[in-house]
C-alpha cells in the first residue's frame, strides 16, 4: 500500500483517543476497503504503559467481528507514541504481526502528529498519509 486514505474527523477521533490516554500508549484498528478508512475502532491498551501497547483481546476480538459484519476489513493499526519517536520503533517492528499500515501518532512540541508506515520482513517503509 502506498497511501491510506483518512478524513479530518477519522485523524480527529485517533488524536482525542490517543491524547485522552497520555502519557500511556492508546491504540486502536482502522477499517475500510483498500487503502480508504472507514471507521477508527479505539482498543484499549491492556499493558498500560507508556512505552508499549497489547490489544485488549476480547476489546480486539469484538472490533474484528464488527469490521467483518459491515463487510469492511482490517488496513491499519495505530498506536501512540507519547513522547516518541515519531517514527518505527524496533519494537513495533518485532511485534507488527498484521499486512496493515501501522500508524502512529507522536506529540511534537504539544502537538499530535501522525505517520504511516509498512512493516514487512523486519524492515519498514513510510506510507502517505491523505486526509481529506
Not at 480486539?60 to 493499526?77: H, M, P, T, V
Not at 524496533?90 to 509498512?118: C, H, K, M
Request: hydrophobic letters at 45%; a negative charge; charged letters at 15%.
Amino acid at each position: 500500500m502506498q497511501s491510506l486514505t483518512l478524513t479530518k474527523e477519522q485523524l480527529q477521533k485517533m488524536i482525542a483517543h490517543v491524547d485522552s490516554l497520555s502519557p500511556l500508549e492508546a491504540c486502536g484498528l482502522l477499517a475500510g476497503q483498500d487503502s480508504k478508512v472507514e471507521a477508527v475502532l479505539a482498543v484499549t491498551n491492556q499493558a498500560q504503559s507508556p512505552t508499549r501497547y497489547v490489544m485488549d483481546p476480547i476489546e480486539q476480538l469484538n472490533a474484528f467481528e464488527q469490521i467483518e459484519s459491515s463487510g469492511l476489513d482490517l488496513i491499519g493499526i495505530f498506536h501512540s507514541h507519547p513522547t516518541g519517536p515519531e517514527t518505527v520503533s524496533p519494537t513495533d517492528i518485532a511485534q507488527a504481526a498484521y499486512a496493515v499500515v501501522y500508524v502512529i501518532l507522536a506529540r511534537v512540541e504539544n502537538l499530535w502528529s501522525a505517520r504511516g508506515f509498512w512493516i514487512e520482513d523486519g524492515a519498514f517503509r513510510e506510507v502517505a498519509l491523505q486526509v481529506l
